[in-house]
């Protein structure tokens, strides 16, 4: 069965037994979206020990990079504008050296949100730090809806990866208010808003592990939305015949 490394999250307990202990958790809609593709999910924790990521990551046939806070803008040579949101130096950290090891390995990497905005970031790209200071950005991106609603669409480009299991256009949900600015050069664009924010990314440099990243946020659409789900077959696909 393919295994499939799913970045942590850090948060503090609240419970009144184990108020203030820390944990490394992830949200079992990732976990759920990879069972259903038929694969296995495996929590990497929140750790900095490059030899113990490392054994991780050698039972791994691919990466889940997943959602989460801000990367801090100084990863790009920025200083933080007021509407930053929160930002976390550790996860920052983490996530880098995860992706650093996966290249290593060339094992394909499937980044979702911060994940595919941190994939950009350590190939040398930057981000748009508020999208509510971009001029040119006319959509909602951080929407009201519940988050296994839909709220705009995206236009797919037709030779890519993606485009086999999406479609041309796609429905998606939209829980984001950074944005890739300056797209790193070893990554290509296969997915816009109407507004022109890029929703998906993917590289065609046969140096690079295989990646797929997405803005939006399908595992919590991949439960009632088919093609959500073949976006998680289409990666275990990939992982499959990279790990032949």
Known sequence: MIRIGLSGALSVIQDKYWQGADR????NAYVNSILRA??????????????AIQSILEVCDGLMLTGGEDISPLLYGEEPVKNIGAVSASRDEYDLLLFELALERKIPILGICRGMQLINVALGGSLHQHMDDVPQSTIHHLQQANRDQVTHRVTVEPFSRMHRVLGDSVAVNSWHHQAIKELAPELVAVAWSSDGVVEAIETTNQTLSPILGVQWHPEELSGAIPVMSA?????IEICEKTNL
């Open 24 to 27: 490394s958790h992830v949200n």
């Open 231 to 235: 976006l998680f077959s289409l990666f």
């Open 38 to 51: 038929g694969a296995a999910p495996l929590l990497i924790p929140v750790i900095k020990n490059r030899m």
